[in-house]
């Protein structure tokens, strides 16, 4: 489960990344502890086939939805059955989006008690997309943009944390995901390179991330690792 990240750079960093046009309102807001129901960018095209950069709540909410509520129960759709499932198929098919982030955070259960929480991120600070899925909800107050961020089974490493992660895009895959063909779902949803993710830090950080008040730099710090070997746990 990818179930809390970091998103710090700002609207006009994002767009030169994603070669993107701005239509976040000034809504786009630095994040060093991004939680479910969070307002945060993704990138998506627009009706014209161009790049969007978007500001959405981190929670899917399908058509028939009662109230945004429920989208807290939707944060992370199965690679696995995206392009099947009744909620996600229709927006795996016609509306996919990056999901831009500095790295994701998962939680170990400690032999001796407690957790640790490690933030995995690029060693080189690039930028991560996260393939994610959007849909606009008709809801009283009016559309209201929302996405969800897809999950498979982890590699290497990093399965070492969690038995799930983020389904992570390479730069040279970002436009057949925002455009491609659905049919194309095994090839679309392909897990990354193993020799791709070594490139990935897996870092320590301290408790202060588990509660959602709390955000700013001081949350990715690196912290002593713990000696014992951890047993997996999940966020939720």
Do not use: K
């Amino acid at each position: 489960m990818c179930g809390r990240y970091a998103t710090t750079r700002g609207a006009g960093e994002l767009g030169a990344l994603f070669e993107s046009y701005d239509e976040t309102e000034g809504r786009v807001r630095s994040s060093h502890n991004v939680a479910p129901t969070t307002t945060v960018p993704l990138v998506r095209l627009d009706a014209e086939g161009h790049r969007a950069l978007s500001a959405g709540r981190w929670g899917f909410l399908p058509p028939w939805s009662r109230s945004p509520a429920d989208g807290a129960r939707m944060i992370n759709a199965r690679a696995e059955t995206v392009a099947t499932s009744r909620a996600y198929a229709p927006a795996f098919a016609r509306r996919r989006c990056l999901v831009p982030a500095d790295g994701w955070y998962e939680w170990v259960r400690l032999p001796e008690g407690g957790r640790q929480a490690y933030f995995m991120t690029p060693a080189d600070s690039s930028v991560l997309a996260l393939a994610g899925i959007w849909s606009v909800w008709q809801g009283p107050a009016g559309p209201l943009l929302t996405f969800s961020v897809l999950t498979t089974a982890a590699v290497g490493e990093l399965a070492g944390v969690h038995e799930r992660m983020p389904l992570l895009l390479p730069r040279p895959r970002w436009a057949s995901w925002l455009g491609g063909p659905a049919d194309d779902s095994a090839g679309l949803l392909a897990p990354p390179d193993p020799g791709w993710l070594a490139d990935l830090e897996i870092r320590p950080v301290g408790p202060a991330v588990g509660n959602v008040r709390n955000n700013g730099p001081a949350l990715t710090a690196r912290v002593p690792r713990p000696a014992a070997p951890a047993e997996e746990m999940t966020l939720f």
